[in-house]
């Protein structure tokens, strides 16, 4: 019976509180995202798939980026499955493939990652990333960070670079709805002086039907505790301009304040249009970017990082831009 509520529970995007967010809601997007910091060598790579749903087949948005190098190689794959029963993901007939420990995504010669990811440190609490929203029904977007850490090893061959990677950190989160929202900013980083430190945070315009409001939240590890902003138990404000960001959030006993300035030309990823069977080129992330947040309270952390993801997107305009 729990478990068939649950299953009932989940086609609303929503989960109950202990819910596993990782399988397949059957939502018109369900977005998987892997960044990969290697701190030894200052390389980053993230690598991301979105399975869209659509009448005549589902297919994938799949993408991989790295910095240094400046590199994006992106694809539109069809035969996209998201399981509903575990956390396994396809598409592109073996172009794609990820699981808990694993990520797979081949485009061709240039455009190859392979990673085995181990001694993960995954979402301890029983709502996700956006804490009571997690579990309301019927919203446009659900986000859930669910590896704050771990050890990632492998390859990636990209453009004309051939790494591998040795003890590599890991994070990795999950979106999923009825697409990405009108406008969007995310950020995430590791790369600090203490490798128990992560930090992620996002925010964008959160609809239900008719409602729609502006909505941000922020996550940070240090060590064995996991502190989640999230509105209504915190407040969370974010500000940027594309080029910096900066997050003030207080709650459950902390305060936390986070400055995020862009290095170089931001890379352009692919942004999944599921009803209309294509990509946009509407989302800019700079991969090696600076970052210093402050936590102060019941868990503190000082710390600054080159290595951060910092993040704006838009869905385009009625006339394509």
């Known amino acids: ?6 299953a009932l529970y989940r086609r609303t995007g929503a989960n109950l509180p202990d819910g596993d967010p990782l399988p397949s809601h ?8 892997w960044r990969v910091t290697d701190v030894a060598s200052s390389r980053v790579v993230v690598v991301l798939c979105g399975v869209n749903r659509h009448p005549d087949g589902d297919w994938a948005t799949v993408a991989i980026a790295a910095e240094p190098g400046g590199v994006v190689r992106s694809a539109v794959l069809p035969r996209a499955i998201s399981r509903r029963d575990a956390f ?6 073996g172009a794609f493939r990820a699981t808990a420990t694993h990520v797979h995504l081949d485009l061709g010669g240039d455009a190859v990652v392979d990673l085995t990811i181990d001694r993960t440190v995954v979402w301890p609490h029983a ?3 956006g804490g009571i929203f997690s579990a309301v029904p019927f919203l446009g977007q659900y986000w859930h960070p669910h ?7 492998g390859q990636a061959s990209i453009g004309t670079e051939r790494w591998t990677f040795d003890g ?15 406008r969007w900013w995310w950020g995430q980083a590791q790369g600090f002086e203490r490798p128990d430190v992560c930090v992620a945070f996002g925010g964008g315009r959160l609809t239900a039907g008719r409602l729609a409001i502006t909505v941000g939240g922020a996550v940070v590890r240090v060590g064995d505790d996991v502190v989640r902003f999230a ?15 900066e997050v003030r959030a207080r709650g459950h006993g902390c305060r936390l304040h986070l400055v995020g300035v862009g290095v170089g030309e931001p890379h352009v990823l692919p942004v999944p249009l599921p009803a209309e069977r294509r990509n946009v080129d509407t ?3 700079f991969l090696a970017a600076h970052m210093t947040i402050e936590l102060t309270g019941a868990v503190q952390y000082s710390g600054e990082t080159d290595l951060a993801g910092l993040e704006t997107g838009h869905r385009p305009a009625p006339d394509g831009r």
Not at 88 to 93: F, S
Not at 168 to 180: P, T, V
Not at 237 to 245: A, I, L, V
């Open 1 to 6: 019976m729990i478990d068939r509520l649950d």
């Open 26 to 33: 059957g939502a018109q997007m369900e977005g998987y995202f």
């Open 88 to 93: 396994v993901v396809t598409a592109g007939d």
């Open 127 to 129: 709502l996700g990333g």
């Open 147 to 153: 590896v704050l850490g771990g050890v990632v090893s």
């Open 168 to 182: 590599a950190e890991i994070y990795a989160e999950k979106n999923w709805g009825a697409g990405f929202p009108e």
């Open 231 to 245: 509105p209504p138990f915190s407040t969370v404000r974010s500000s940027t301009d594309g080029t910096r960001w």
């Open 283 to 285: 989302d800019f992330e």
